[in-house]
Antibody, heavy 122, light 107 residues
Framework: QVQLQESGPGLVKPSETLSLTCTVSGGSISGYSWSWIRQPPGKGLEWIGNIYYSGTTNYNPSLKSRVTLSLDTSLNQFSLKLRSVTAADTAIYYC????????????????WGQGNLVTVSS | DIQMTQSPSSLSASVGDRVTITCRASQSISSYLNWYQQKPGKAPKLLIFGASSLQSGVPSRFTGSGSGTDFTLTISGLQPEDFASYYCQQSYSMSHTFGGGTKVEIK
């Protein structure tokens, strides 16, 4: 059973960089794309970006200038860096696996981490 | 960017009711539409993919329909465990987007 676990600081100061890591267990990081998704408290879901196991990345245009995704296949981990954070970046950050459903030819988020609440505050 | 608009944002219903949630895309996304259920304090869970295909293990009271720009999620015979938030999500473009969510509450 594939499991994902986010890790990183729960508190980040304004203007600093938010850094989170997602560790994948029960399966290989290879062959899949991996996403970060966030959810401000009491609000909806926002896709941040994804990284393919080859290292190719795609970002939400609204966050692209501040986001960097990376991965380490040897550690079965992928990471998120979000620069110049403000209070508006306070959210639960989820990591998720993207799978291509061959039957319908559609990408789905099939495995999720439990989420990591990050608060931006001085 | 493709915008996804869900309605209503919340609804109240009783056990046994039939509930319908709609999702509209700002441009045609064919059937590249998924639905997720999220319970408080938990990560979202995939319910329906490709607009109408039921994810393994999901009860058959959940059905999805639509294509192009207009989609619906229907719960036939609402159960106590169905009170949750529901999100649509498009995978048509490389920049995936979610709808704003619909919270289904107990009447």
């Amino acid at each position: 059973q594939v499991q994902l676990q986010e890790s990183g600081p729960g508190l980040v100061k304004p203007s600093e960089t938010l850094s989170l890591t997602c560790t994948v267990s029960g399966g290989s990081i290879s062959g899949y794309s991996w996403s970060w998704i966030r959810q401000p408290p009491g609000k909806g879901l926002e896709w941040i970006g994804n990284i393919y196991y080859s290292g190719t990345t795609n970002y939400n245009p609204s966050l692209k200038s501040r986001v960097t995704l990376s991965l380490d296949t040897s550690l079965n981990q992928f990471s998120l860096k979000l620069r110049s954070v403000t209070a508006a970046d306070t959210a639960i950050y989820y990591c998720s696996r993207e799978t291509l459903n061959a039957f319908r030819g559609i990408i789905v988020f099939d495995y999720w981490g439990q989420g990591n609440l990050v608060t931006v505050s001085s | 960017d493709i915008q996804m608009t869900q309605s209503p944002s919340s609804l109240s219903a009783s056990v046994g009711d039939r509930v319908t949630i709609t999702c509209r895309a700002s441009q045609s996304i064919s059937s590249y539409l998924n639905w997720y259920q999220q319970k408080p304090g938990k990560a979202p869970k995939l319910l329906i993919f490709g607009a109408s295909s039921l994810q393994s293990g999901v009860p058959s009271r959940f059905t999805g329909s639509g294509s192009g720009t207009d989609f619906t999620l229907t719960i036939s015979g609402l159960q106590p465990e169905d009170f949750a938030s529901y999100y649509c999500q498009q995978s048509y473009s490389m920049s995936h987007t979610f709808g704003g969510g619909t919270k289904v509450e107990i009447k």
